[in-house]
């Protein structure tokens, strides 16, 4: 059974949730691919089974031996991101049970999107102010719709950096 | 107090648990998964920390000071208290006697 998702990576809560959901009611997420938005099930028993989205492009082998060790499986890994998943009889296990830890993954996150973002913005402000130069005279359909396309981009990432942001300030307090 | 001490103690004294625990519990030379089972030990069941928050703070404690790598088990590290940590981990406990001296002096 597929399925397509659609997360971000400051609702990761609802991602997990909906997979518990799924292995509860007898649908256990068996691989997933392009970003972990296209995930493949199998029918299995029901089972209680905890999952963590963590993002971290630069595991170290010894981060991996504890997670491992600690009886975690890795689901799936993209871009960065990996969805670990444990199952349980009665405790659901966490991977991570203290603030600071999950603040330092958002932390993560948000360094690398500000890189992203601080690389493409000069890209993007330089081709948009070539359009306006060259076209100015002109009532251009394809300078306005890239104009759009450049602005909705910029939003985006505008929007994402800052519910990163309130969501580790939220944490601290 | 050593300067150095004195900024570390600024920022994890008050300690939190997990920090607290993971001191406590590499008084003897231990792998992160070893820590997790040790802090359950210690806190009777109470406190199952996450692998996750453990190679987090892990990697904070050991940039810190705070813990040193004494050993290598094919890809484990082996993780201890340093010097260090062991003041600082004295430093909180002593700050926790206050608090409970203070209270009992109030009738609790």
Sequence with gaps: ?173 | MDPYLNKLSIRYIPMTETAFYILLALKSPLHGYGIILEVEALTEGRLRLGAGTIYGTLSKMEKDGLINVVGQEERRKIYRQSILGDELLKLELERLRTLITDSERSGY
């Excluded at chain 1, 975690?72 to 199952?87: I, P």
């Excluded at chain 1, 000069?122 to 759009?148: A, C, E, G, Q, V």
Aim: glycine share 2%.
């Design chain 1, 1 to 173: 059974m597929r399925e397509f998702y659609f997360w971000l990576g400051w609702n990761c809560e609802k991602f997990e949730q909906h997979l518990e959901e799924m292995a509860q009611n007898g649908w256990r997420l068996k691989s997933a691919s392009f970003g972990i938005t296209i995930l493949e099930y199998e029918r299995r028993e029901p089972s209680k089974v905890s999952y963590c989205l963590d993002y971290n492009p630069k595991y170290t082998e010894d981060s991996l031996s504890i997670i491992r060790d600690d009886q975690w499986y890795a689901v799936s890994k993209s871009v960065g991101w990996w969805l670990w998943e444990k199952e349980y009889e009665t405790e659901k296990p966490k991977l991570f049970t203290d603030k600071s830890s999950l603040i330092e993954r958002d932390k993560r996150l948000l360094f690398i999107l500000l890189l992203l973002f601080c690389t493409q913005l000069p890209l993007l402000i330089t081709t948009l102010s070539n359009n306006y130069k060259y076209n100015f005279h002109r009532f251009d359909f394809s300078m306005i719709s890239l104009s759009i396309i450049y602005s909705i981009f910029i939003l985006f990432y505008i929007y994402a950096l800052t519910k990163l942001y309130l969501r580790i300030r939220k944490y601290n307090r």
